[in-house]
């Protein structure tokens, strides 16, 4: 059977929502709905809003009188849910990054193993694709892309491959972008090049950064006291957000203090350290390697 997507840490997330039979949560990235099938079942006399911004995720949604499918990039979080009767709530999960579907889908674009076009939007109705960024971004925005979010040490000579390719053909394929970079990298180190070269157009085309900032932040807004915040990151890029919200209650990690010296915070942090999947886990779904579980109740 097609499985559209494993949900990583199941049981770590049920058990950080700390779920109310009578609750409203919100599952921010739906997915396959693998996390949201599984609360769904523990509100009998509860609520569930799932988001997602893929049209592919919208046929995975539930025909169920507690749930709700909200086609949408979950940076518009406050307001959709202001939409929905639901300005508070008990509890939001959100497992931030890619799904299985959308990576093992050639046609999305998203791995450079099979011959795919370069596009890598999660929301395949608008915005702009991997080709376009290859083809109409000069130098200082495509080498700043590398740096910043792929962390590729030495961006320059991989930018200027791209500025030279594209004067003879422009990008339109995995393969045509493969081909400009071929030699910069040693073979055995390819692979993971080529993983951080897609990793930060992805990233770029789905504006992923600026979209999860205003999104963490508005958890704040809509948490009551005592809801919980459950956040799965994949890589350095997510964790530092995450991990400066629930420290400072910014984004940026900017430390207000009180009076006696303490950093002042609307979270407790309820995982001391980040829960990572176990070895059982890992030999049923490798996805969840890089996968760090935090969780933080609204004070
Ligand atoms: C890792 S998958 C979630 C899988 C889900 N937990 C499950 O068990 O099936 C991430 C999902 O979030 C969606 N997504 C990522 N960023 C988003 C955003 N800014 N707004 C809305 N959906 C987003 C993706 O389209 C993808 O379907």
């Given at each position: 059977?097609?499985?559209?997507?494993?949900?990583?840490?199941?049981?770590?997330?049920?058990?950080?929502?700390?779920?109310?039979?009578?609750?409203?949560?919100?599952?921010?990235?739906?997915?396959?709905?693998?996390?949201?099938?599984?609360?769904?079942?523990?509100?009998?006399?509860?609520?569930?809003?799932?988001?997602?911004?893929?049209?592919?995720?919208?046929?995975?949604?539930?025909?169920?009188?507690?749930?709700?499918?909200?086609?949408?990039?979950?940076?518009?979080?406050?307001?959709?849910?202001r939409h929905n009767n639901a300005e508070?709530?008990?509890?939001?999960?959100?497992?931030?990054?890619?799904?299985?579907?959308?990576?093992?889908?050639?046609?999305?674009?998203?791995?450079?193993?099979?011959?795919?076009?370069?596009?890598?939007?999660?929301?395949?109705?608008?915005?702009?694709?991997?080709?376009?960024?290859?083809?109409?971004?000069?130098?200082?925005?495509?080498i700043r892309i590398f740096r910043d979010?792929?962390?590729?040490?030495?961006?320059?000579?991989?930018?200027?491959?791209?500025?030279?390719?594209?004067?003879?053909?422009?990008?339109?394929?995995?393969?045509?972008?493969?081909?400009?970079?071929?030699?910069?990298?040693?073979?055995?180190?390819?692979?993971?090049?080529?993983?951080?070269?897609?990793?930060?157009?992805?990233?770029?085309?789905?504006?992923?950064?600026?979209?999860?900032?205003?999104?963490?932040?508005?958890?704040?807004?809509?948490?009551?006291?005592?809801?919980?915040?459950?956040?799965?990151?994949?890589?350095?890029?997510?964790?530092?957000?995450?991990?400066?919200?629930?420290?400072?209650?910014?984004?940026?990690?900017?430390?207000?203090?009180?009076?006696?010296?303490?950093?002042?915070?609307?979270?407790?942090?309820?995982?001391?350290?980040?829960?990572?999947?176990?070895?059982?886990?890992?030999?049923?779904?490798?996805?969840?390697?890089?996968?760090?579980?935090?969780?933080?109740?609204?004070?």
């Open positions: 059977m097609y499985e559209y997507h494993i949900p990583v840490l199941l049981n770590e997330c049920l058990e950080g929502l700390n779920i109310k039979p009578n609750g409203i949560y919100v599952d921010a990235t739906f997915g396959g709905g693998g996390h949201s099938r599984e609360i769904l079942a523990r509100i009998p006399q509860g609520r569930l809003l799932g988001f997602d911004q893929d049209p592919d995720a919208q046929k995975n949604a539930f025909d169920h009188p507690n749930f709700t499918f909200i086609r949408s990039n979950f940076k518009f979080l406050e307001n959709f849910l508070q709530v008990d509890g939001i999960l959100a497992d931030f990054g890619i799904s299985s579907h959308q990576i093992d889908d050639a046609r999305r674009g998203f791995m450079f193993r099979n011959e795919a076009p370069l596009d890598m939007r999660m929301n395949t109705e608008t915005g702009i694709t991997a080709a376009d960024i290859l083809n109409q971004y000069d130098f200082v925005k495509l979010y792929g962390e590729i040490l030495n961006a320059k000579p991989l930018t200027e491959r791209i500025l030279n390719a594209r004067t003879n053909k422009l990008f339109a394929q995995n393969s045509d972008l493969i081909e400009a970079v071929a030699g910069l990298y040693p073979k055995q180190k390819e692979n993971k090049f080529l993983a951080q070269v897609f990793q930060s157009l992805r990233i770029e085309v789905n504006n992923e950064i600026e979209a999860l900032e205003a999104f963490l932040e508005q958890c704040i807004q809509v948490l009551k006291p005592g809801g919980r915040l459950v956040l799965l990151t994949y890589h350095s890029l997510e964790d530092r957000p995450v991990k400066n919200l629930i420290k400072t209650g910014n984004v940026e990690g900017n430390v207000i203090q009180d009076f006696y010296g303490n950093v002042q915070t609307p979270f407790q942090l309820i995982t001391k350290k980040p829960i990572t999947a176990s070895e059982e886990e890992l030999e049923r779904n490798s996805r969840a390697r890089s996968a760090k579980l935090r969780v933080a109740e609204k004070l």
